[in-house]
């Protein structure tokens, strides 16, 4: 049967990694349903994926106070109208606030979608006040939701873990065990990401001969610290087994470098990649103390990862050895990481979370 409600989604940029959820959610909902966003995020990144404007609508995003704040340009007529908006959670977006309030006082259906806590007290005190103006919170994670409901009661809460694959391609990665070769890690290459500690760790693994010199240390991404990670390869004499991709989205592709994986590995804050990971049956070696995504929810240790010290190159290195020596127990353990990611952590078990929302709030 033909979706009859307008659904819209309010976004501050398009990402290439959220389109398989946008794509679904344009499929179940047909014409009714849209997505309104910009060019880039808070700070300059992430952006959103050229791909976006094929499908949804591109507006302008304005920043000011240092970037601190968003507003964006003529959203009033885009977000009075539809049954249910989806707004971006985010209380820095100021244009959502005034879109939110006009919502509530014409009687329209108003949903938040984003991080459930805020940082300060007063952060936490105008979020409340910007739930009360909405019809219900979809959070990103289970914790994150108990603690909404626990601390406002009447708020309809609904959780969709994130998530950047499909249901179909929660499948193990095909790989012959001796072919298991490389350290990986996917991701931006900048320093909150810690990526420099990864090689740092990687080169005192080979100096001290913790695994077999055959392994590789691969990254799979591009950013600012590419250029000083090449340089320090090359001075400590590792160049020849150490591999930069760049970007890469194709998921076919991103297969073959996962086929090959002992392990992923976090060096910093973990983020979508932890998910990725787990979704072709890859383990992931994360730095435990870190300011984390929601992500890490995802991330049970001795299932599917396991943690080392932060900011120690050393304990990294130890940790990756320790990796590379139950490379077996990792192997034998894919299909069933696989399979929990497929029923945990996919595109589908988003969507359908969002489809739910919408359909309690219009009752």
Same mark, same amino acid.
């Given at each position: 049967?033909?979706?009859?409600?307008?659904?819209?989604?309010?976004?501050?940029?398009?990402?290439?990694?959220?389109?398989?959820?946008?794509?679904?959610?344009?499929?179940?909902?047909?014409?009714?349903?849209?997505?309104?966003?910009?060019?880039?995020?808070?700070?300059?990144?992430?952006?959103s994926t050229?791909? *976006?404007?094929? +499908?949804?609508?591109?507006?302008?995003?304005?920043?000011?106070?240092?970037s601190?704040?968003?507003?964006?340009?003529?959203?009033?007529? +885009?977000?009075?109208?539809p049954?249910?908006?989806?707004?971006? *959670?985010?209380?820095?977006?100021?244009?959502?606030?005034?879109?939110?309030?006009?919502?509530?006082?014409?009687? !329209?259906?108003?949903?938040?979608?984003?991080?459930?806590?805020?940082?300060?007290?007063?952060a /936490?005190?105008?979020?409340?006040?910007?739930?009360?103006?909405?019809?219900?919170?979809?959070?990103?994670?289970?914790?994150?939701?108990?603690?909404?409901?626990?601390?406002?009661?009447?708020?309809?809460?609904?959780?969709? =873990?994130?998530s950047?694959?499909?249901?179909?391609?929660?499948?193990?990665?095909?790989?012959?065990?001796?072919?298991?070769?490389?350290?990986?890690?996917?991701?931006?290459?900048?320093?909150a990401?810690?990526?420099?500690?990864?090689l740092?760790?990687?080169?005192?693994?080979?100096?001290?001969? #913790?695994?077999?010199?055959?392994?590789?240390?691969?990254?799979?991404?591009?950013?600012?610290?590419?250029?000083?990670? $090449?340089?320090?390869?090359? $001075?400590?004499?590792? /160049?020849?087994?150490?591999?930069?991709?760049? +970007?890469?989205?194709?998921?076919?592709?991103?297969?073959?470098?996962?086929?090959? *994986?002992?392990?992923?590995?976090?060096?910093?804050?973990?983020?979508?990649?932890?998910t990725?990971?787990?979704?072709?049956?890859? =383990?992931? #070696?994360?730095?435990?103390?870190?300011?984390? /995504?929601?992500?890490?929810?995802?991330?049970? $240790?001795?299932?599917?990862?396991?943690?080392?010290?932060?900011?120690?190159?050393v304990?990294?290195?130890?940790?990756?050895?320790?990796?590379?020596?139950?490379?077996?127990?990792?192997?034998?353990?894919?299909?069933?990481?696989?399979?929990?990611?497929?029923?945990?952590?996919?595109?589908?078990?988003? !969507?359908?979370?969002?489809?739910? *929302?919408?359909?309690?709030?219009?009752?």
């Open positions: 049967m033909e979706e009859t409600k307008s659904v819209v989604l309010q976004q501050a940029i398009i990402p290439d990694y959220r389109m398989g959820l946008f794509v679904r959610l344009r499929e179940h909902y047909g014409s009714k349903f849209q997505i309104f966003a910009g060019d880039s995020d808070f700070g300059g990144t992430p952006v050229k791909v *976006a404007w094929d +499908h949804f609508e591109h507006v302008k995003n304005v920043y000011f106070l240092g601190r704040f968003l507003w964006q340009k003529a959203m009033f007529k +885009h977000l009075h109208k049954d249910v908006v989806i707004f971006n *959670a985010n209380i820095r977006i100021t244009s959502n606030i005034v879109s939110i309030l006009i919502r509530k006082l014409t009687g !329209r259906r108003s949903i938040l979608w984003g991080h459930a806590t805020g940082k300060s007290r007063a /936490s005190m105008l979020r409340g006040f910007y739930f009360r103006l909405s019809d219900g919170v979809v959070a990103y994670t289970e914790s994150q939701g108990q603690s909404l409901r626990i601390r406002y009661p009447w708020l309809k809460v609904w959780v969709a =873990p994130n950047c694959v499909s249901a179909n391609d929660c499948v193990p990665v095909e790989s012959i065990l001796s072919e298991m070769d490389s350290i990986l890690y996917v991701g931006r290459l900048v320093e990401k810690k990526v420099s500690l990864l740092e760790g990687f080169i005192y693994a080979r100096e001290k001969s #913790l695994f077999p010199g055959s392994v590789r240390l691969v990254f799979v991404g591009d950013g600012a610290e590419r250029a000083r990670l $090449e340089n320090r390869a090359a $001075e400590a004499g590792v /160049s020849d087994v150490v591999c930069f991709k760049g +970007h890469v989205s194709d998921v076919s592709k991103l297969r073959e470098y996962y086929s090959r *994986a002992v392990c992923s590995v976090s060096p910093g804050y973990v983020g979508l990649s932890a990725q990971s787990f979704s072709f049956g890859i =383990p992931m #070696l994360i730095a435990r103390d870190e300011f984390h /995504s929601p992500e890490i929810e995802a991330c049970k $240790e001795g299932f599917n990862a396991c943690f080392f010290p932060s900011d120690d190159a304990a990294l290195a130890e940790a990756l050895s320790k990796m590379v020596e139950n490379k077996s127990q990792w192997f034998t353990a894919r299909a069933e990481v696989s399979k929990w990611t497929r029923e945990h952590y996919s595109f589908e078990v988003m !969507r359908d979370t969002f489809i739910r *929302a919408v359909n309690e709030v219009t009752v």
